[in-house]
């Protein structure tokens, strides 16, 4: 696949006729694609795109997760893009002006006789790409931003916050550097937050936030329960899976292993799969797509894998006889619920929380505070038995 950079997008746009734009790292992105693509088409418009497909950073590592194989749509064209990574302060100074002034110009457009590109994105709007193509392109071309489902921590309010910008700053800085990346790092949220609250843009993510209270987004759901069955039958990926029927499967987190004391997520692990097999329960794994070594790390559980990169919601669309979906705050957890009626098992309750590091914690307190009504969360295994029998 080939590789490019952010500033040859615009002459791809401007030579191809190109009416779509969409950013994916993970498999769950490439079905909110997918959605962007089948909400643009619900409207009556025929769709010519761009998939950029970017990396993944773990443990250090840059890696690319996604191929076309992790889409369904036929009117993309798919690139990666390059990991560019620039933290001189006059490029971040540069930066932060153009996304000072990106609501004015978003707000300004003049949509008669311009050609409309949609750009699609999970959990951040993408400002930077509409930037630089409305400063190459703004005197042929107007553009609408949409927004697809990245994931829970979409809506975890400990993670959107400034004293969580300097606790995970705070891991690798010191001084004068913290201060600095600190700075950026608000301005930023500042900036994007002021964009998104005042301009008008597509969202697709599965859930409404209104008056603090979540809704079902009726629109969103629909659109990824049709394009995940759309995968899974294109895919084929039933004829690649063990039998699950009955069975439950436990999804992972991407977690980084320097944030874990003890390997302490393993260990609870080990005795709820120990506590399950007594049971006669089947156990699944299947790995978060970021993980690598996860053959590895898990080897202990005795858990045959489910290796087929594919997201977990692909997997149920053909298996609806599953017993129950066990994670720590997976967004598995919710789309199980609410896409496909499957019950779902949080474990936090089981964990101590205190082995874990600030950036953790703050993803598992939320997911409480948020989800815990619409979750079972026990807090010992014998109720953890109990849900599963």
């Known amino acids: 696949m080939r590789q490019i950079t952010i500033d040859q997008i615009p002459s791809l746009v401007e030579c191809n006729g190109i009416n779509f734009i969409g950013t994916a790292v993970t498999p769950w992105h490439a079905h909110g694609i997918d959605c962007a693509i089948k909400y643009i088409r619900s409207q009556g418009r025929t769709v010519k795109g761009l998939v950029f497909i970017k990396p993944a950073l773990k443990e250090g590592k840059i890696y690319y997760i996604l191929d076309e194989q992790n889409f369904v749509n036929d009117c993309c064209e798919f690139y990666q893009l390059a990991a560019i990574f620039n933290t001189q302060p006059l490029y971040l100074l540069n930066k932060q002006f153009n996304r000072f002034q990106a609501t004015a110009r978003y707000n300004n457009q003049d ?11 999970p959990w951040h709007l993408d400002l930077d790409l509409f930037i630089c193509l409305h400063s190459h392109l703004h005197k042929s071309h107007s553009f609408r931003l949409m927004k697809v489902e990245e994931g829970l921590s979409t809506y975890f309010p400990a993670v959107n916050t400034f004293k969580h910008i300097w606790t995970v700053n705070a891991k690798n800085k010191k001084r004068l550097s913290l201060l ?5 790092q608000s301005f930023d949220k500042i900036l994007q937050q002021r964009f998104e609250h005042h301009t008008n843009w597509i969202n697709l993510n599965l859930l409404k936030i209104t008056s603090g209270n979540f809704h079902e987004n009726v629109i969103a759901t629909s659109l990824y329960r049709d394009t ?14 063990p039998n699950l029927n009955g069975a439950v499967i436990l999804c992972t987190m991407a977690y980084l292993k320097s944030e874990i004391k003890g390997n302490s997520d393993v ?6 799969v120990e506590e ?23 080897a202990s559980l005795g858990c045959e894998f489910i290796d087929i990169p594919c997201s977990v919601e692909s997997i149920l669309v053909s298996n609806s006889n599953i017993k129950a ?3 720590f705050s997976s967004t598995v957890l919710i789309t199980a619920k609410l896409l496909f009626k499957i019950k779902a098992i ?3 309750n089981l964990l101590d929380i205190n082995m874990y590091g600030a950036y953790i914690q703050d993803e598992m307190h939320s997911f409480i505070d ?16 109990s849900l599963t029998i």
């Open 111 to 121: 949509y008669v006789d311009k050609h409309l590109v949609f750009i699609a994105s």
């Open 180 to 184: 600095a990346s600190f700075l950026f």
């Open 228 to 241: 995940v069955s759309e995968f899974e039958s294109k895919k084929k990926i039933g004829n690649g899976l």
């Open 267 to 272: 260990n609870t692990l080990e005795k709820i």
């Open 276 to 298: 399950l097999h007594k049971q006669g329960v089947k156990i699944f794994l299947k790995p978060h797509p970021r993980e690598i070594d996860y053959r590895i790390r898990y």
């Open 325 to 327: 979906i066990i994670s």
């Open 346 to 348: 949080s474990i936090l």
């Open 370 to 385: 948020c989800f815990s009504s619409l979750v079972d969360m026990p807090k010992s295994l014998s109720e953890l038995r």
